[in-house]
């Protein structure tokens, strides 16, 4: 059974910044794509950052672009997200999701629709 789990969420103030891990089990983690996503009340899932199998490759979505910094630790199956700088519109669930299908070493993907496995998500809150 794959479970994805995401913690390091929390409040914080503007202009602070926030690390959040995913650790996942249950599938081959270095054969995985990953992302995160977001979701803010009311709104629709949004792209965050992906990250490709080795590492090697990185996407992020606007919001994130020169803020957000996506890693991952093959080792650890573990993925990371780095978030500085945040702001009020940075509120939301954060999801991580991984690919169950084997890629390519520099495939990334910012599609939710494409992505098999969820995290049950973690809460960030950044009040001005």
């Known amino acids: 059974q794959v479970q994805l789990l995401e913690s390091g969420g929390g409040l914080v103030q503007a202009g602070g910044s926030l690390r959040l891990s995913c650790a996942a089990s249950?599938?081959?983690?270095?054969?995985?794509?990953m992302g995160w996503f977001r979701q803010a009340r009311g709104q629709e899932r949004e792209f965050v950052a992906a990250?490709?199998?080795?590492?090697?490759?990185?996407k992020y979505g606007d919001s994130a672009q020169g803020r957000f910094t996506i890693s991952r630790d093959n080792d650890k199956n573990t993925i990371y997200l780095q978030m500085n700088s945040l702001k009020p519109d940075d509120t939301a669930v954060y999801y991580c999701?991984?690919?169950?299908?084997?890629?390519?070493?520099?495939?990334?993907?910012?599609?939710?629709?494409?992505?098999?496995?969820w995290g049950q998500g973690t809460q960030v809150t950044v009040s001005s």
């Open positions: 999701a991984a690919d169950r299908f084997w890629r390519s070493p520099l495939y990334v993907n910012s599609n939710s629709k494409e992505y098999d496995y």
């Open positions: 249950g599938l081959t983690f270095s054969n995985s794509a």
């Open positions: 990250i490709s199998r080795t590492g090697g490759n990185r």
